[in-house]
């Protein structure tokens, strides 16, 4: 077994979590804030889009970016020196534009479940929009955002189809865990197909566990307890 | 000290159109369910625009739409209460309070303390809201508002989520907040009592619009509108046409009864409050000889359903209420009414 692929792996689900929470809120919370509704459902519909699109359909439309001949990529080539495709870069980039939509769409549910009048009432003393959002509403959606973290990590971990697609599947390079899986097969290599797949079971169930933790912990204020 | 209000706002089915004048001293807003009293509020503070009209607070304009002017509920200076008291349920008391107040940690220790002390929420400070009882919850609530120090203060239902017996305490709490309060305080309710207890003025809306609107007490004591009648606690109307300088035909009745005049041109009904009756002669005025139809016992007193004996059997139902001391009073041959008693009422 070649430990590079959950090397690998891990570094493209960790780093594109970071990438996928962050510009997942920021997309969620910019989306609930907009009060003209068509231009609401419009940007909806582009955010959700990755999330519907076959993995290789969005793999396609980023290697037509992204490719070295196209406009984009030939500007990160030539001006930044950095070539996307083919790259452990790439990996990140595919997990964070299929996982994108998940986290987008729990967050965004989560900060609508968000009581109204708590925004209202923050606002009525005073509170800045972005002291309300950091200080109300995001440890309110807490629970609904880190369920979209989780989903969204996991997503990325499995990422198979668009990361073929711009990664490639090149052995200690952009070789993940599922591509692994998908070589030994097809290799006929099946006993380290089943230990890749322990591997990914497990570490995925660390995730989810650590999550809820998290989670449970978060919320204590919650509990009517300490009242006498 | 003024506060000005003219708003409309066209919902889907409902159009609201309000409009007053407050000079400082407590308004009350009574109104039943949907009548868009909450709704004007929020207008007030900014949570919600209007489409069109103005609001002015101290001769400061806080929304005009000609002028295209609409502060954001921030800079209105306007406090809130809601009807759930909307704390902060991830933050302690003390973290609620000092959301509204500005400056360092340091800054704002002794006014957090002093406003702990002032709300008698001592020893209470690192709790969550969850761990608090409603009244505790409503006190931090206001401390909270308080101590962002608004112009005006807005109360929406503040009542309705505690139990009766927490109700009656803090509403004695709260008269003497309003009674110290430097600023406006408009309160909305659909609880006669309440309004009663807390407010110096009052405005009756009815389905996004203004029916009535004078003191307090004159509006209980002399309703004109069949709505405000009905929101003020009388039970019994009848259709009415006017037959005389001071006398009226109640039709549903069916009796002539005499009133205090003037009789306004445009009444449609009349009122009289189920307590108003009193056992009578047959030649007291306003007598009506008395048919029991049923009896509802409550607490304090009895409730009587009847009507007029001398009416068709069609004739409209009358409710009778009488403390439970006046039990040999319990079947009597007449009933009658003080002319002052009966409302004489328009229904637009």
């Not at chain 1, 322990?198 to 919650?222: C, H």
């Not at chain 2, 409730?303 to 069609?314: I, P």
Request: hydrophobic fraction near 45%; charge should be positive.
């Amino acid at each position: 077994m070649d430990l590079s692929a959950v090397w690998i792996s891990l570094k493209t689900a960790s780093v594109s979590i970071v990438f996928t929470f962050l510009l997942g809120i920021l997309a969620a919370w910019a989306v609930v804030s907009l009060h003209r509704e068509k231009l609401k459902m419009v940007l909806d519909a582009i955010l959700t889009l990755p999330l519907v699109l076959p993995p290789t359909v969005a793999g396609f439309f980023l290697l037509y970016i992204f490719g070295v001949k196209r406009p984009v990529g030939e500007f990160f080539l030539d001006v930044l020196g950095v070539k996307i495709v083919f790259s452990w870069g790439a990996t990140v980039l595919a997990a964070v534009v299929i996982s994108f939509p998940l986290m987008y769409r729990s967050a965004r549910g989560a900060f609508e479940q968000v009581d109204a009048d708590l925004v209202s009432a923050a606002r009525t003393i005073g509170m800045n929009e972005w002291r309300i959002f950091r200080k109300v509403i995001l440890p309110m959606a807490l629970p609904g955002v880190a369920a979209g973290g989780i989903l969204a990590f996991a997503r990325g971990l499995g990422e198979f189809g668009a990361t073929i697609m711009i990664a490639g599947n090149i052995a200690g390079q952009t070789r993940t865990l599922p591509l692994a899986i998908y070589s030994a097969v097809a290799g006929g290599n099946m006993e380290s197909a089943y230990e890749y797949v322990l591997i990914l079971v497990g570490i995925s169930f660390l995730v989810v566990a650590g999550m809820n933790w998290f989670t449970a912990k978060e919320r204590k204020y919650l509990g009517r307890g300490g009242r006498k | 000290m003024s506060l000005e209000v003219d708003i409309r706002k066209d919902f889907k089915g409902f159009r609201l159109h309000v409009q007053f004048h407050s000079d400082g001293q407590p308004l009350g807003i009574l109104g039943a369910s949907g009548s868009g009293k909450s709704m004007t509020l929020k207008c007030i503070a900014g949570i919600l625009t209007p489409d069109s009209g103005h609001v002015v607070l101290n001769g400061r304009v806080l929304f005009d739409s000609k002028r295209k002017i609409n502060l954001k509920p921030q800079k209105r200076n306007i406090g809130y209460l809601f009807q759930s008291y909307a704390l902060f349920p991830n933050m302690t008391v003390e973290q609620n309070i000092a959301c509204s107040l500005q400056g360092s940690r340091q800054e704002k220790g002794p006014k957090i303390r002093e406003l702990i002390r002032r709300y008698k929420l001592t020893d209470l400070e690192k709790r969550y809201p969850a761990q608090l009882s409603g009244g505790q919850q409503q006190r931090v609530a206001l401390a909270r508002i308080l101590a962002y120090e608004p112009e005006a203060l807005l109360l929406d239902e503040p009542f309705s989520a505690l139990d009766a017996y927490l109700k009656e305490a803090l509403q004695v709490e709260m008269r003497n907040l309003l009674q110290h309060y430097p600023g406006h305080a408009v309160m909305v309710t659909h609880n006669r009592d309440e309004v009663y207890k807390l407010s110096n003025h009052l405005l009756v809306l009815d389905e996004g619009k203004k029916v009535s609107f004078g003191s307090t007490k004159s509006v209980f004591s002399r309703p004109d509108h069949l709505i405000t009648a009905r929101l003020t606690g009388c039970k019994n109307f009848s259709r009415a046409k006017q037959t005389g300088e001071n006398e009226v035909e109640a039709l549903d009745w069916q009796t002539t009864l005499r009133v205090e005049g003037p009789i306004p041109p445009r009444l449609t009904h009349i009122g009289v409050r189920a307590h108003y009756f009193y056992p009578s002669e047959q030649n007291a005025p306003n007598a009506i000889r008395f048919l029991p139809l049923e009896k509802v016992e409550s607490p304090f007193e009895w409730n009587v359903l009847f009507r007029n004996a001398d009416a068709a059997e069609d004739g409209g139902t009358i409710w009778w209420k009488y403390a439970k001391e006046l039990e040999n009073a319990s079947s009597p041959k007449y009933l009658a009414v003080q002319p002052r008693d009966v409302l004489l009422l328009e229904n637009t």
